[in-house]
């Protein structure tokens, strides 16, 4: 009994790992840019996608199958470079137009890139086969865990404290704190939004990537992942508030150990719990458990 639950709340605090990170990115392009990037979902895609891909290489060339984490990594967090890309060529002509056009926009970003990914890797599951077990299985209090899940969690975790820490002891953190309070402001005081803004959306991108990457050993790249990471991405944000980083943790741990006890209980209550405890924190806290509550 210990065991099935240690499994069932590792499991989740695993999701929840890749989550967060994916969350992270929605979060701190929000607070800045004001932008709910829809395609977040297809950079954590494309980041799988690339991952296996820079995975295959790697150990096609005779690199160490234990060392694959570090082109999986890499190549999760170059192919989020994309953003510098996305920002400059498309983002940065609807800043100023109704929310609609961002909306659309993004989603139009959602169908190009997963049509990128359908031409460039086809249509068939990918995946990084049995690599991650080259790290072996650790016990906790009976159950059996992947060592490299656990990688995962404290690499999440090591993110989640650098993001504390850029965004409250360095120079960019206050310049990122400062355009999301009062983007005006900043500008009048000689902040150069235009790359502030190229910085941030990249920053995020490459958080949502990097999960992407990240999370492949456990499973397979589908092209259609982005798609069903979109919806629990804002659920995070719905739980957690708009524009906070605890809210994104929380909301992430939230949404993954309830995915993963309703997936070991009832399967097919995956969705509808998250849905229901979305609807609760709505109907209780409309600004979200860690949002600021609108004047």
């Not at 016990?139 to 060592?147: D, F, Q």
């Not at 979200?288 to 949002?291: A, E, N, R, S, V």
């Given at each position: 009994m210990t065991a099935n639950l240690v499994n069932i709340l590792m499991g989740g605090v695993f999701h929840a790992a890749i989550l967060f990170l994916v969350a992270a990115g929605l979060q701190v392009v929000f607070g800045v840019q004001k932008i709910f990037n829809l395609a977040c979902g297809s950079f954590y895609a494309l980041g799988a996608y690339t991952g296996v891909s820079a995975v295959g290489y790697f150990t096609a060339h005779g690199g160490p199958p234990?060392?694959?984490i570090i082109p999986l990594a890499l190549g999760g967090l170059a192919v989020g470079l994309v953003g510098v890309v996305v920002e400059r060529g498309l983002?940065?002509?609807?800043y100023d137009r109704d929310e609609t056009f961002q909306l659309l926009l993004t989603f139009a970003l959602v169908l190009m890139l997963e049509d990128l990914i359908r031409m460039t890797w086809g249509t068939a599951p990918v995946s990084t086969g049995g690599l991650y077990l080259n790290y072996g299985q650790a016990?906790?209090?009976?159950?059996?865990?992947?060592?490299y899940n656990l990688i995962v969690i404290a690499a999440s975790l090591a993110i989640a404290l650098g993001i504390g820490w850029l965004l409250s002891r360095t120079v960019f953190g206050r310049i990122i704190r400062a355009a999301a309070d009062n983007r005006e402001m900043a500008e009048a005081l000689g902040v150069d939004m235009r790359w502030v803004y190229v910085r941030v959306f990249t920053?995020?991108?490459m958080l949502g990537t990097l999960g992407g990457a990240l999370v492949i050993p456990a499973t397979a790249a589908m092209s259609e992942m982005g798609i069903e990471l979109i919806v629990?991405?804002?659920?995070?944000v719905v739980i957690g508030g708009l524009g906070s980083m605890r809210g994104a943790f929380v909301?992430?741990?939230v949404v993954g150990i309830l995915r993963s006890v309703?997936?070991?209980v009832y399967p097919e209550l995956e969705m509808l719990l998250i849905y229901l405890i979305v609807i609760a924190v709505l109907l209780w806290r409309p600004s979200?458990?860690?949002?600021a509550a609108a004047a």
């Open positions: 234990a060392l694959f983002l940065r002509f609807v016990r906790i209090l009976g159950a059996t865990v992947p060592v920053l995020g991108t629990e991405a804002f659920a995070v909301g992430a741990l309703a997936i070991s979200g458990l860690f949002g």
